[in-house]
Structure formats: structure tokens, C-alpha cells
């Protein structure tokens, strides 16, 4: 088991690296290169591939170990302020939305595509919530307008708890409720509330208890330790006792993350805390999408291009109906943010998980399997490879045309400098005529002093600028600092204890500037 996932962690990096020198997002090389390899008989990844797509190690992975951690990152870096701020729009998408994408493609693709009630309404509970993993992989990056990514995180989060009771509801209580007519949607309703409600509870428990386990300790490893136990305890105990699990640990990410780091972390502990989960996210993130592309890749169409196409338009249309009129009643959300929360209201792993969770003999399994499978890939695929330029288009991220001009102008001043070195050294080792030197140098610090002028005027108009290039040079003095205290420390020239009491004070200083 150890061999396979290091092979798997091995090509997720090393496909990710090739992200990194590309300037993308690496959740869609991730899934081109699965989809890949699962069709290429590839000896050395060909166990690793049987073992992922093993359904039960694919449950296991996605939504017991990677979804808890994810979470609870996200939750843990997430203002409760900015929730506050957006409360409207969240709650509006995260419950109004989902519930009404729900019963539009649950009725579309009972009447459409010919899928019994209950089939058709798991379908519907799977593609009603946005898969946070993806949806937040994919526009942190992008550096969207922050009330417009608070929105987008804060849907994203909600409404797959949300989501999953839905799921649960029509998977297994849906026949019940509805032999019972109008009292079974009162049923369905008491039930949806108690794992609402349940998971919430246990959530509040679990990050108030973390929060106060934290008040008196300075020990960031001890910290980290504590937030594992509320992240994964809170969601394993809210699926024991049948309530949300992805609601309570939604609910103790942000208790502990916001109450909890106001009267219990210290500088430290929150840069160290934020490193592990930041480290956390990376090889989840890295690995789910790899699996995602394996798995998808061993499904049976089976001729059903026709429900798929149909299928995927259901879901589009839903969402755009549920998006557009669940933000119809807010006047301060533009018409422009609407097209990219309803475009981007990606699906992703944790709706392949939950299908895949369906009993074998659960009527309709394959269809819902296959009708997932294929929304989760366009979605992905199209429309993931697609936002960028959308936003673009409709001009979401903010005027971005100094920063390019602030890094030509830096890289400019750099080539001459270094242009002015390498003709230096030829100088020196007779290789250039001391005449021609100071030509080519003259040239060269004509051209360095305008972009010197250029740069002080971007300066005295866009003061950010300055202010974060002091920043990082304050940054990499404490990291230098950091260092020498390590090399006084190795070399026994000052204590263990003042080696400690001077590194705390440097990272406190780099948080502070973070």
C-alpha cells in the first residue's frame, strides 16, 4: 500500500512542479495526466492505478481522510468577518441555491432522461452542492475581487454539508418519504434539519473545547496536534451519530480558527500552523486530482453519449436557474459576478466519492456513476480551463497593468546591471578594450536611468508598491537573521535557551509583516 501511494504522490508533485514553471493552476494537468495514465498500460504505476481505483479506497481517501483536511484548512484561514460581511449571498446560494438546483435536476432528469425518482434525485443531491476541493483550488489563484472569493469560498464550504444530507435524504430515506405522501415531506424536513442542526452542535463543541485546550499553551506542534483532533474528531463524530460530519467540521474549523487563534495562538503558532495545513492542502489537493482522472478513466460509457450530453445540460441549466434567482433579490451583487459564481460553480471529487458509495444493488447505479463521472470531467475540463478567460472577459480581477509595468521595469534595471557585471569581469581579464567598456557602459546607464525615473514614478503613484517591496525586504533580513542565529546556535556561540527566545521573536516579526 506504502509503494503505491508514494508512486502516486511522486507523479502528483512531479506533474504539479510542471504547473509550478507554467504559472497554472495544477488540478487540470492533474486530471489530463490520470486520465492518461489509465488508459496507457504503464507497468510501474499499473498497481498503484488498481489499488486508487479501488471504489472503497477512493471513498476512504476522499472523504474520511482528504475532506477533513481540507476543510478544516479552508475554515481555518476564513475570517469569520468576511462570512458576516457576505452572510446574504452565502446563505442564499449555500441553501436556496442548492435546494433549488436539487429538485430542478432531480424533476429534469426524472422527465428527461427517464430515470426513476429516486435515482434521478440522488443524481440531483450529488450535482446540487460546488465541491469546495475544486472550486477553492482553482480561484485562489486567479486573485479575484475579496468579497467576490469570500462568496465563492463561503458557498463552497456551506453547501456541501448541505449537499451531502440531500444525498443521504434521497439515497436511502426517499422511497419511505414519499410512500407517505405529504407527511413524509415533513419527515424529510425534520431529518434534513437534524443533520443540520446535529452536525452544527457537534461542531461548536468541538471548536469551542479546541479553543479552550489551547488558551495556555505555547507549543505549536502540541497546537497543530489539538487542531488535527478537532478537524477529524469533529467530522468522525458527527457520521457517528448520523448528523453532518462536512457541517461540524465546517463549524469547528471556523470556531477554532477564529476564537481559537484570538485567545490562544501566538504569532507563532499561526505561521506554523498555517505552514502544516498550507502542506496539508498541497499533497491532498495534488492527489485527489490524480485519483480523479485514474478513476474517470476506467468508467463504461457503454453507449450513453446521448444521456450524458443531455445530463450535463440539465445540470448547467439548474445551476444557472438556482444562481441567477437565489441572487435576484441582492442589488449590490453585479450581473458580472453572477456569470462566474454560476460558471464556476464546479463539481468535483467529493461527488465521485458519494456516487461511488452507492450499494452495488442500488437501482440506477451504473447511470448515476457514469451521468457523475461526466459532469464532473466537463466540469473540470471545460469549464476549470475556461474561467481564467472569463474573468478576463469580464474584467473581475482588478486592473493588474502597473504590477507588469513594475516587473519590466525591475527586469530591465536587473539585465542592464548584470550586463554592466559581465563587461566588467571581460574587462578586467582583457577580453574587452577598455574604450569600448565605456562605451557600452555609458549606453547601458542611459538606459538605467530612465528606467530609474520610471520606477520612481510608479512609486510615488501606486504606494503599494513600495510599501510591499519594504516588506520583503524586511522579510528576508528575519530569514537571514534566522539563519545566522541557527549558525551561533550549531556552533555553541549562544545558548539553546536565547538560540529559542530569538528565533520566537523573528517569526513573530515575519507574521506581523504576513
Not at 353 to 363: E, G, I, W
Not at 496 to 501: A, D, F, G, H
Amino acid at each position: 500500500m506504502m509503494i503505491q501511494l508514494m508512486i502516486l504522490l511522486t507523479v502528483s508533485v512531479g506533474v504539479a512542479v510542471f504547473a509550478y514553471y507554467k504559472k497554472t493552476p495544477y488540478s487540470i494537468p492533474l486530471v489530463i495526466v490520470g486520465l492518461i495514465l489509465g488508459m496507457l498500460n504503464v507497468p510501474i504505476v499499473d498497481e498503484s492505478k488498481r489499488f486508487i481505483t479501488d471504489s472503497e479506497v477512493f471513498q476512504i481517501f476522499v472523504i474520511s481522510i482528504f475532506l477533513p483536511a481540507l476543510l478544516g484548512e479552508a475554515t481555518l484561514k476564513l475570517p469569520f468577518s468576511h462570512l458576516r460581511e457576505n452572510k446574504s449571498p452565502i446563505l442564499s446560494l449555500a441553501i436556496g441555491g442548492t435546494l433549488v438546483t436539487y429538485v430542478i435536476v432531480g424533476f429534469a432528469s426524472h422527465y428527461l432522461l427517464g430515470l426513476n425518482l429516486i435515482v434521478a434525485f440522488t443524481f440531483a443531491a450529488l450535482m446540487s452542492p460546488t465541491d469546495p476541493i475544486s472550486v477553492l483550488q482553482i480561484f485562489k489563484p486567479l486573485g479575484v475581487n475579496k468579497k467576490m472569493n469570500a462568496i465563492i469560498e463561503g458557498e463552497s464550504l456551506f453547501n456541501d454539508g448541505v449537499g451531502v444530507v440531500l444525498f443521504k435524504i434521497s439515497s436511502i430515506y426517499l422511497i419511505a418519504y414519499m410512500q407517505m405522501g405529504a407527511a413524509g415531506f415533513g419527515q424529510g424536513l425534520i431529518l434534513f434539519l437534524k443533520f443540520a442542526i446535529g452536525g452544527t452542535l457537534i461542531g461548536l463543541l468541538f471548536g469551542y473545547l479546541g479553543s479552550i485546550s489551547i488558551k495556555r499553551i505555547d507549543s505549536y506542534p502540541l497546537e497543530i496536534t489539538i487542531s488535527i483532533i478537532v478537524f477529524f474528531g469533529s467530522y468522525l463524530t458527527g457520521e457517528q451519530f448520523h448528523v453532518s460530519g462536512v457541517i461540524a467540521v465546517v463549524v469547528a474549523g471556523l470556531l477554532f480558527g477564529n476564537y481559537g487563534g484570538k485567545i490562544g495562538m501566538s504569532p507563532v503558532t499561526k505561521l506554523n500552523i498555517h505552514n502544516f495545513y498550507d502542506v496539508i492542502a498541497f499533497i491532498a489537493n495534488a492527489v485527489i486530482f490524480l485519483m480523479i482522472g485514474l478513476e474517470i478513466s476506467q468508467i463504461n460509457i457503454g453507449g450513453r453519449w446521448g444521456m450524458i450530453a443531455l445530463g450535463i445540460v440539465i445540470v448547467l441549466v439548474g445551476r444557472s436557474i438556482a444562481v441567477y434567482g437565489a441572487l435576484s433579490w441582492l442589488k449590490d451583487i453585479p450581473a458580472r459576478w453572477k456569470h462566474i459564481l454560476n460558471y464556476g460553480g464546479l463539481k468535483g471529487s467529493l461527488s465521485i466519492a458519494l456516487a461511488l458509495s452507492l450499494p452495488r444493488t442500488f437501482p440506477g447505479r451504473d447511470d448515476i456513476i457514469v451521468l457523475t463521472f461526466s459532469v464532473v470531467i466537463f466540469s473540470l475540463l471545460v469549464q476549470g480551463l475556461t474561467i481564467k478567460p472569463l474573468i478576463s472577459k469580464l474584467k473581475i480581477i482588478e486592473n493588474q497593468d502597473h504590477i507588469w509595468e513594475y516587473e519590466e521595469v525591475i527586469s530591465r534595471i536587473n539585465r542592464s546591471k548584470t550586463s554592466i557585471l559581465a563587461w566588467t569581469d571581460m574587462k578586467n581579464k582583457a577580453l574587452l578594450m577598455e574604450s569600448d567598456f565605456n562605451e557600452l557602459v555609458a549606453q547601458q546607464n542611459e538606459l538605467l536611468n530612465k528606467d530609474y525615473q520610471l520606477l520612481a514614478s510608479l512609486y510615488e503613484s501606486y504606494p503599494e508598491i513600495r510599501e510591499e517591496q519594504l516588506k520583503d525586504a524586511k522579510r528576508k533580513a528575519y530569514y537571514h537573521q534566522y539563519q545566522t542565529l541557527n549558525y551561533l546556535g550549531s556552533n555553541e556561540v549562544i545558548s539553546q535557551n536565547t538560540l529559542e527566545e530569538q528565533q520566537k521573536e523573528i517569526l513573530e516579526k515575519i507574521q506581523e509583516l504576513s
